[in-house]
């Protein structure tokens, strides 16, 4: 399986996901910069973390128009794996391939420690390796994490268990607890919380490796046992 990870000017967390996944995970992975027009070589789209375009307007604004945001488009229409990490979160939300919106953290303040999240469901391609429920430990870092949507929407997240990841213990405010959704058909996922840095007992856990290893096994079923 071959990942794609987008830079945009002002992302900082590329490397750690580059890391994640050549070091820790084992697959062939690229950086890809914000202007290139095409993704078709490509299996996984990741957006990773940092300050795209300085974070200016609002988080995600102005990266939502990248020439690559049409390609990362079609990969999502085409049901290939788009992981968004924090400002990759917010850069989906604002491209319109998951619903709601992101506000400042409730105490106004930047975010740096880990925290315990639930899986809420462990049947989508990101989550699969993990049990129904359980608790696992990762790193946020943020100061725009705090989800918000209207009570339709929520509704329809909840429906369509779309909400996959919750927080033990709030910590920026976020709508129902909410650290991760995907889109209604299941292959795109946002999240606050940063499994790349998670993928190692020498980072203080190695909990997010498990989300890298259900979208390998995910594209394995589909396309290796198939084929």
């Known amino acids: 399986m071959k990942f794609a990870v987008i830079v945009f000017p002002g992302s900082n967390c590329d490397v750690d996901m580059f890391h994640a996944i050549k070091d820790e995970l084992g697959e062939e992975v690229e950086y890809v910069w914000h202007d290139t027009e095409s993704l078709d ?3 996984g789209i990741l ?6 375009y300085g974070d200016y307007l609002r988080t995600g604004a102005i990266a939502r128009f990248s020439n690559v945001m049409k390609e990362v488009m079609k990969a999502a229409e085409a049901g290939k794996p788009v992981l968004g990490v924090c400002n990759g979160f917010q850069i989906l939300l604002e491209a319109g391939l998951l619903p709601g919106a992101m506000r400042r953290n409730e105490s106004l303040s930047f975010i740096c420690k880990p925290v315990e999240l639930v899986v809420a ?6 989550t699969a390796e993990y049990k129904q429920d359980q608790t696992i430990t990762i790193p946020v ?3 725009e994490g705090n989800y918000y949507c209207d009570e339709e929407t929520l509704n329809q997240l909840k429906a369509n268990k779309q909400i996959v990841f919750t927080y033990q213990q ?3 405010g976020s709508l129902e607890n909410i650290a991760g ?3 209604e058909k299941g292959n795109v ?11 190692d007992e020498l980072l203080g856990s190695a909990d997010g490796l498990k989300m890298f290893q ?3 096994k995910s594209w394995r079923e589909a396309h290796v046992v198939n084929a």
């Not at 957006?47 to 795209?52: A, E, H, I, R, T």
């Not at 469901?121 to 990101?126: A, T």
């Not at 996922?189 to 993928?199: K, N």
Request: charged share 10%; aromatic share 8%; hydrophobic share 35%.
């Open 214 to 216: 259900s979208i390998v």
């Open 189 to 199: 996922l946002g999240m606050m919380p940063h499994p790349e840095r998670a993928v």
């Open 170 to 172: 709030n910590p920026n």
């Open 181 to 183: 959704i995907t889109n």
């Open 47 to 52: 957006l990773p973390g940092g300050f795209s």
């Open 121 to 126: 469901n462990n049947q989508s391609m990101f």
């Open 141 to 143: 870092a943020h100061g």
């Open 41 to 43: 070589g490509y299996d």
